[in-house]
């Protein structure tokens, strides 16, 4: 389902953001998700049984070698989020940018900062 490959997509997502944090900084990881589904998931201190229960362990084993936060947003909250997913499906290809992005996530990073909840 559509559902399936989202949630899927978003987990990958998450894992692949991660593991790029924990390559690059020594800092505490927070990262922010629309999905409070995958949140769950995530902060559930049981095993996983669902069919993204690999995905799930992967991440938790990730989280436990950095002080690591996840947190619900509101979708309107993830302008940035949509818009890479977006570009995902679209050009059908992984990017990742280091530094520095595509012109159109720093005009959201710049709206983002100014967002009125």
């Known amino acids: 389902t559509d559902d399936g490959r989202a949630g899927a997509a978003e987990l990958c997502a998450y894992m692949e953001g991660l593991s790029i ?3 690059r900084t020594e800092l505490p990881v927070c990262i922010e998700m629309d999905s409070i589904i995958a949140v769950n998931m995530l ?3 049981d095993i996983d049984r669902s ?3 690999s995905l799930v362990a992967e991440i938790k084993y990730l989280k436990s070698l950095r002080t690591t936060s996840i947190i619900h947003i ?3 909250q993830n302008l940035i989020s949509d818009f890479l997913a977006s570009f995902a499906r679209t050009e059908s290809r992984t990017v990742v940018w280091l530094g520095s992005g595509p012109p159109e996530v720093i005009n959201l990073c710049k709206q983002d900062c100014t ?3």
Request: aromatic share 14%.
């Open 43 to 45: 902060k559930d201190k």
């Open 21 to 23: 944090a924990i390559q």
């Open 115 to 117: 967002f009125d909840a």
């Open 51 to 53: 069919i993204y229960a």
């Open 74 to 76: 509101k979708r309107g």
